[in-house]
């Protein structure tokens, strides 16, 4: 089935761990993205990459970094976490012209 | 700085209501303005609006923008318990391709 796919789905990491949230694919869409979504702040921009081996920051990056090798895989990396980080993690991708974004299932991302 | 505000956050009706969600916004170079909708996981899609006065309808739900005023509403009639979720608004600005999101309505449909 074609669509969006996040893993894992939920995780309990340790602050101060590295962290790689994984986001595949399978539309040959050009864009892609990364939210994070808070209670009481909607979904946040984190990085985006409008196509492969390009990305770009955006409202939150700051403890994020994002890689771009090919179309269908965009990893999120958190170098060393910290409890503010937790949260829900969302991919999305998008093609260049005006289309919708889609959504994948989220990443439940828990820091102690 | 762009930015979307919706209301009410939260709203709680019973079934077969009718309901009127609202979405404003400040953006540079407006594009598009987008709702979804959002049960357990993932938004889901539901209309993006470019022109005003221009009504998109799929079934119940019914959207439309006003460009002059700077605002959107997203329309749900005859409610059902299924329509409950949390309704996101986001604008997307021209050649940005990223979308700003409001706060989100949480709609609970009561039976």
């Known amino acids: 089935i074609a669509g969006i796919t996040q893993a894992p789905t939920s995780q309990i990491l340790a602050a101060g761990r590295r962290m790689t949230l994984r986001c595949t694919q399978d539309?040959?869409?050009?864009?892609m993205y990364w939210y994070r979504q808070d209670l009481g702040l909607g979904l946040r921009l984190i990085h985006y990459?409008?196509?492969?081996?390009?990305?770009g920051k955006g409202e939150v990056p700051d403890g994020y970094s994002v890689s771009r090798a090919n179309t269908d895989d965009f990893p999120l990396t958190l170098a060393s976490a910290v409890p503010s980080q937790t949260s829900v993690y969302f991919c999305?991708?998008?093609?260049?012209?005006?289309?919708?974004?889609?959504f994948g299932d989220g990443t439940r991302l828990s820091i102690l | 700085e762009d930015k979307v505000v919706q209301s009410p956050l939260s709203l709680v009706v019973h079934e077969g209501d009718t309901v009127t969600l609202n979405c404003s916004y400040e953006v540079t170079n407006f594009r598009s303005l987008l709702w979804y909708k959002q049960e357990k996981k993932a938004p889901t899609f539901l209309f993006m609006l470019t022109s005003s006065g221009i009504e998109k309808k799929s079934g119940r739900l019914s959207s439309i923008l006003d460009k002059k005023e700077l605002f959107s509403i997203l329309n749900i009639t005859a409610t059902q318990t299924g329509d409950s979720a949390i309704y996101l608004c986001a604008v997307e600005a021209q050649g940005a391709q990223k979308l700003v999101f409001g706060q989100g309505t949480r709609l609970t449909i009561n039976p």
């Open positions: 999305a991708s998008s093609t260049q012209e005006n289309q919708p974004q889609h």
């Open positions: 990459s409008n196509t492969a081996g390009t990305t």
């Open positions: 539309m040959r869409h050009n864009a």
